[in-house]
């Protein structure tokens, strides 16, 4: 059975940084891109971030382009989010979701998800 | 960057009925186009990919098509369940943007 749990989120002052991370288990987890997606309260999705299942290849929305850093580390399972320079506007919940394959595609299972407030 | 837009934003119809909801890539994706469930309090989920192909375990009163530009998500008899806001995703490049959402509610 696959498992996401994502792990890091709390509450942050604007400018402050956090460190999501995300246990994967129940499938080979180099095999697979993975992504970061976030909902804020009531909004839709947002797309924030991906990585190929080497990890060869980084993709970041615009949104988050230079101030965002995905990675992974497939000897642990785990995929990361460091979030830096941090905008009240980042307030949402962040999901971690598996992709179909190894390059980022359509995503086909998705994490109960972890809240970043960003709040003075 | 390509955006992804929805068409309606919200909708009401009777169960039973055949549901339509549009999403309209500004650029060419070919089918690199997914859509998702996700209800109320729930994580989202995968209904379809590569435009039309239905995920394992997904009604078979789910379907899609479209390529290109232009992609349709269709509901052939509208259940209760159903009740959900629906997104398309599309995966043709970075970035892997969703459109706004459709909203689908019982009449």
Not at chain 1, 33 to 49: D, H
Not at chain 1, 68 to 97: G, H, P, W
Not at chain 2, 10 to 16: D, I, N, Y
Request: net charge positive; with cysteine; aromatic share 10%.
């Amino acid at each position: 059975e696959v498992q996401l749990l994502e792990s890091g989120g709390g509450l942050v002052q604007p400018g402050g940084s956090l460190r999501l991370s995300c246990a994967a288990s129940g499938f080979t987890f180099s095999n697979y891109a993975m992504s970061w997606v976030r909902q804020a309260s009531g909004k839709g999705l947002e797309w924030v971030s991906g990585m190929s299942g080497s990890g060869d290849s980084t993709y970041y929305a615009d949104s988050v382009k230079g101030r965002f850093t995905i990675s992974r580390d497939n000897s642990k399972n785990t995929l990361y989010l460091q979030m830096n320079n941090l905008r009240v506007e980042d307030t949402a919940v962040y999901y971690c979701a598996k992709d179909r394959s190894g390059v980022p595609t359509a995503i086909n299972y998705w994490g109960q998800g972890t809240l970043v407030t960003v709040s003075s | 960057d390509i955006q992804m837009t929805q068409s309606p934003s919200s909708l009401s119809a009777s169960v039973g009925d055949r549901v339509t909801i549009t999403c309209r890539a500004s650029q060419g994706i070919s089918n690199y186009l997914a859509w998702y469930q996700q209800k109320p309090g729930k994580v989202p989920k995968l209904l379809i990919y590569a435009a039309s192909t239905l995920q394992s375990g997904v009604p078979a009163r789910f379907s899609g098509s479209g390529s290109g530009t232009d992609f349709t998500l269709t509901i052939s008899s509208l259940q209760p369940e159903d009740v959900a806001t629906y997104y398309c995703q599309k995966y043709n490049s970075a970035p892997y943007s969703f459109g706004q959402g459709t909203k689908l509610e019982i009449k």
